[in-house]
């Protein structure tokens, strides 16, 4: 089992930055693909990015590439996601999501394990 716990939401204007932490505790957060996910107030929940276990490759979503960087610290048992120039449309609760295959990390009935998630709120 794999708990996750996520941190660093707020409020934050548009064009303002934040970065969202998620703590890994249980198995080592090392074996597992690690990715991000955000939904929306009436929106499915949808794939931000993930990041291998060894950090070697990452993947972004297009509405955030350029924009949001995943990166992880596997002596911490952390993953972080640093959103810059943010967007009144990045509003969402944001997840972070653990699984043993970084191929299938785009999807969301894939992830074996799920935060409780941390909201963004982006003013205009």
């Known amino acids: 089992q794999v708990q996750l716990v996520e941190s660093g939401g707020g409020l934050v204007q548009a064009g303002g930055s934040l970065r969202l932490s998620c703590v890994a505790s249980?198995?080592?957060?090392?074996?597992?693909?690690m990715a991000w996910f955000r939904q929306a107030p009436g929106k499915e929940r949808e794939f931000v990015g993930k990041i291998s276990e060894s950090s070697s490759i990452t993947y972004y979503a297009s509405p955030v590439k350029g924009r949001f960087t995943i990166s992880r610290d596997n002596a911490k048992n952390t993953v972080y996601l640093q959103m810059d120039s943010l967007k009144p449309e990045d509003t969402a609760v944001y997840y972070c999501?653990?699984?043993?295959?970084?191929?299938?990390?785009?999807?969301?009935?894939?992830?074996?394990?799920w935060g409780k998630g941390t909201l963004v709120t982006v003013s205009s």
């Open positions: 999501a653990a699984s043993p295959n970084y191929g299938g990390m785009n999807y969301p009935e894939l992830v074996h394990y």
């Open positions: 249980g198995r080592t957060v090392s074996s597992y693909a």
